[in-house]
Structures are given as structure tokens and as C-alpha cells.
């Protein structure tokens, strides 16, 4: 019990409070649409329902990505949250397919809703609780990439989002969806209620279906190249590499791989180091740039290699020779 609550706290937190909100939102957005028959509330609550499911999916599988290598998964399960991820993009495809084709219908079709301020009402509270989960995760992924200098917090998030765990990922541009659907899902109940366009309902409810599409595939093209094998960000490799240099011993890298899965970094690597050392202190210097290297809460195995320093600058930027 002790253990599964552990690995529950290492669960990702953004994907964990975004299922909470958006199951909320989703059951109130669904009663409201069925009593007031508005096509548009119904894309968003579709669109609600959709999140929970995939934050949920999300959440699971950032806990069981924490699970430690066994001797039949000696890599660990970083990948998990890829095949969670992909398993979402699924299910933001079809609850899309269903919005656009109701949007479509509602084009072709108009009919008039009711309730006008509890529509209101219930969008401007998902806007909020969407917009609380939106700034929650921006945050999340300026801490992921670690970022020292933060200018805007929505531009910093945008820009390195790539950086950050595909489960944060999948929430930001999801969130970023829920929260412009509201603002949409408003302006076309406005133009229905005030000025007769009752046609932008429908507009509305497509727009908000190729919105999900759209993250649906970016989602799903990062969780692709996750399943089969991406090389980590070149930051990433530039801080390993410092790392190594800042040694008295290490003169060059030889070589560097450095491939990410998940959250997580395998690295493999060989540095040169400079002549003379005997092999005690040549096993000395390799055992604890290991050591140094794995105190990263996100290197989970290091395979380093050492060889005598051999008179040629390999590694670009970082060579320590004249």
C-alpha cells in the first residue's frame, strides 16, 4: 500500500488536477446542454469528457513510467506514458469526429437553445477552472525544462514545451483547446441570443472539433517519435557534456548518446581522459562522473566508457586542448 501511494505521488500532477476539473466541468456542462439543447455546449462538454478520460489515461500511466526496471524490463517503463498518450490521441479523435459532425448538422439545421445566462454561466466557470489548470501547467513545464530566465509564462511554455514530459505536454495543448473553446462557445451563444445568427452554433462546435483534432496530432506525432526512440534535446546533451568536461581528468568526449524515453534520459558515453593515470585512478574518475551524472533526477542509467586521451578534439565545443 505504502508503495502504490508512493508511486501515486510521483504521478504527474498536471494531468492529475486537469481529470479532477475536467470531470466537473464535463458533468455540468452535459446536464446544461441537454436541458437547454444548445449545440455548442455540447461540443465543449464532449470536449470536457474527452479531457477527462485522456488526463486520466495520462495520470495512470505517468505512475506506472515511475515503476523501477525489473530484470524483464531492465530499461524501465518510460515508455508507458507514450502508449498512454497514443491511446489519447484516439479518443480526442473520435469525441472530434462527434463534434464536427453535430457542428455540421447545427450548420445545415440551426435550432434555437434556451437558457442563455446558465449557458453563460456554466462556460465562464470552465473558463476559469480551465484557465487555472492552463496557467498550473505552464508553470509545470518551465519547471521541467528548466528554464532560469522566465519572460512570459505562455510564450516560455510555448517555447519549450518540447522539453517537458509528454503527459504535461498532452495537457497544455488540451487546456489551451478547452480554455479557447469557452471564449468561442460564448461569442457563438452571443451571436445566437442577440443578433439571430443562430448558424454560429454550428460554426462554433466545428471550430472547436478541429481545434481537438489538431492537438490530437501533435499529441500523437511527439508520443510516435517517443515510442521509437528520440535523442534527447541538445541542452540536454550540452549539460551532460559540461558535466563531464568540469573534470580535472577528462581532456575530451569521445562519444555521447543520449535518448530519451518519457521523462527520462539513458545515457551512453565515452570520454577521454588525460594520460598517465594508472587504472585505479582511471576507475576512480569513471565511477564517479556515474555517480555525478545519475544525482540528475531524470539520467536514469549511465553506460560510461573511458580511454586514454588520444590527440584529437571529437567533442565540438567543450575540448579543453588549445
Known amino acids: 500500500m505504502m508503495r502504490l501511494l508512493t508511486l501515486l505521488k510521483k504521478g504527474n500532477v498536471s494531468s492529475g488536477l486537469a481529470a479532477i476539473g475536467n470531470l466537473a466541468i464535463a458533468i455540468v456542462k452535459g446536464i446544461v446542454a441537454a436541458i437547454s439543447g444548445n449545440g455548442t455546449m455540447f461540443a465543449t462538454a464532449m470536449h470536457s469528457f474527452a479531457d477527462t478520460i485522456n488526463q486520466t489515461f495520462v495520470y495512470v500511466g505517468s505512475v506506472l513510467a515511475e515503476m523501477k526496471p525489473t530484470k524483464r524490463f531492465p530499461t524501465g ?7 498512454v498518450c497514443m491511446i489519447a490521441v484516439i479518443v480526442v479523435t473520435v469525441m472530434a469526429y462527434e463534434t464536427i459532425k453535430t ?22 466557470l ?22 532560469k530566465k522566465q519572460g ?3 510564450s516560455s511554455a510555448f517555447t519549450h514545451a ?23 462557445a ?4 452571443v451571436l445566437a441570443q442577440f443578433f439571430g445568427v443562430l448558424k454560429a452554433d454550428g460554426v462554433v462546435s466545428i471550430i472547436i472539433g478541429l481545434l481537438m483534432l489538431l492537438v490530437a496530432y501533435r499529441v500523437g506525432y511527439d508520443n510516435m517519435i517517443g515510442l521509437i526512440g528520440v535523442a534527447a534535446p ?4 550540452e549539460r551532460i557534456a559540461k558535466t563531464l568536461l568540469a573534470d580535472s581528468c577528462v581532456v575530451d568526449i569521445y562519444g555521447m548518446r543520449v535518448v530519451q524515453e518519457g521523462r527520462a534520459y539513458h545515457v551512453d558515453v565515452t570520454v577521454e581522459l588525460k594520460k598517465g593515470l594508472t587504472l585505479d585512478e582511471a576507475d576512480d574518475v569513471k565511477f564517479k562522473l556515474t555517480d555525478t551524472l545519475l544525482t540528475s533526477p531524470n539520467i536514469t542509467d549511465v553506460m560510461l566508457g573511458i580511454m586514454e586521451d588520444n590527440d584529437i578534439v571529437t567533442w565540438p565545443n567543450e575540448g579543453k586542448r588549445p
Not at 77 to 83: A, D, K, L, Q, S
Open 77 to 83: 517503463f518510460g515508455r508507458v506514458i507514450n502508449i
Open 103 to 124: 457542428g455540421w448538422e447545427l450548420f445545415h439545421h440551426p435550432q434555437e437553445s434556451s437558457d442563455f445566462l446558465l449557458n453563460i454561466i456554466v462556460l465562464l
Open 126 to 147: 470552465s473558463f476559469l477552472i480551465d484557465g487555472a489548470i492552463l496557467l498550473k501547467t505552464m508553470k509545470e513545464i518551465v519547471h521541467e525544462a528548466r528554464v
Open 152 to 154: 512570459n509564462l505562455f
Open 162 to 184: 518540447k522539453k517537458a514530459a509528454p503527459a504535461t505536454k498532452l495537457v497544455f495543448y488540451e487546456d489551451i483547446v478547452a480554455t479557447l473553446g469557452a471564449v468561442f
Open 186 to 189: 460564448i461569442a457563438g451563444i
Open 234 to 237: 541538445a541542452e540536454v546533451e
